[in-house]
């Protein structure tokens, strides 16, 4: 069960990061830090950037309140997650203003990962236990890294980031409030889940601001935290269900970029939503289209949690696949190859 502070605080958070965000967004116009559109973005106009500033000067604290500093028992990783993640909130917002090289963006990416993983609990076996501990942690820091990522890399059309925040936060809401996953997970996902709404009523197309990279990437590292947990508590079909779509879209756009030569690093327009968008669908409708996925991917993983692991991952595999070739088969129909 949630905490009776639950609702009012889900309430709280959601109308924090609007406030916050319509103030920050005068803030970013007379300042003229925008965005600004070129061949290879999915809009046509001068666009404010950096909302992800007001999401995390909301979502940061209100984590800390609301949980205690306790996740599983144990204070010290999600106090690690959260001190790392506004350290790349910074970055990122730096890297908003003045584009920062890549290599030390991810060197500190790699920093972050690498001491949450070090103070989690000896048992919490991401693999289940398949793997010795430090294979284990390797594996599990190399599939979070990309998880950060690839969460940067997907937030190009209106709406999709916030969309997929609040299915994965829901997601593990309903596991914790169903009593499939611990209960711990409920509050931080409550919180972002909230938070990403609240940014949607700014976000939603036509948008009126980006989130940006000081959003994205501290927004995936602290879900990707989460997804962790989850796995190491025994769950793991259910975190790698959750987030499936937007992996599978992320992964296989990399993998078909990098056989043609590209550099996987510069900005693009290749992933499967961002080509049915280019098609003629509307940044609203593939966003749409991307809730109502993760609605039952959230189904999935609550089938996997309750004791159908390979049912719900097959279910949710075919579910994936099914969306990512109706995206392609309508970009084919209009002549987006790539």
């Avoid at 909301?58 to 309140?65: E, F, K, N, Q």
């Avoid at 010290?76 to 003045?98: G, I, K, N, Q, R």
């Avoid at 980006?210 to 590292?221: K, R």
């Amino acid at each position: 069960m949630m905490p009776a502070y639950a609702l009012p605080l889900f309430a709280a958070v959601a109308a924090a990061v609007v406030l916050a965000t319509g103030v920050l967004l005068g803030w970013l116009r007379r300042r003229q830090i925008l965005d600004r559109p070129n061949e290879r973005s999915s809009h046509t106009r001068p666009t404010p950037r950096g909302g992800g500033l007001a999401v995390m000067a909301v979502v940061l604290p209100a984590w800390a309140v609301a949980t205690g500093w306790t996740l599983a028992g144990d204070a010290l990783p999600e106090a690690t997650a959260l001190a790392f993640a506004a350290v790349l909130a910074v970055l990122s917002w730096l890297d908003d203003l003045l584009t920062l090289p890549a290599l030390p963006r991810f060197l500190v990416q790699g920093v972050a990962v690498t001491a949450v993983l070090l103070v989690l609990p000896r048992e919490a076996l991401v693999f289940q236990g398949v793997l010795p501990l430090p294979l284990d942690r390797l594996l599990a820091g190399l599939c979070w890294l990309w998880f950060v990522n690839l969460y940067n890399f997907m937030d190009g059309i209106d709406g999709i980031t916030g969309v997929q925040t609040a299915s994965l936060g829901g997601g593990l809401v309903l596991l914790a409030a169903a009593g499939l996953a611990p209960a711990a997970l409920g509050m931080p996902g409550l919180v972002v889940t909230a938070a990403a709404l609240g940014f949607l009523f700014w976000n939603w197309h036509p948008a009126r601001l980006f989130m940006g990279d000081v959003g994205s990437v501290p927004l995936g590292f602290l879900l990707g935290f989460l997804l962790i947990v989850l796995a190491g508590s025994g769950h793991l079909a259910a975190a790698l269900i959750l987030p499936l779509y937007y992996v599978v879209d992320a992964s296989v756009t990399l993998i078909r970029r990098l056989l043609r030569g590209e550099k996987p690093w510069q900005a693009h327009r290749s992933h499967f939503y961002q080509r049915a968008v280019r098609a003629g669908l509307s940044h609203a409708r593939v966003s749409g289209a991307v809730a109502v996925v993760n609605a039952g991917l959230i189904g999935c993983a609550l089938a996997a949690a309750a004791g159908a692991p390979w049912a719900g991952l097959a279910a949710a595999a075919v579910l994936v696949a099914g969306f990512c070739a109706l995206l392609a088969r309508r970009a084919r129909a209009a002549g987006v190859l790539r």
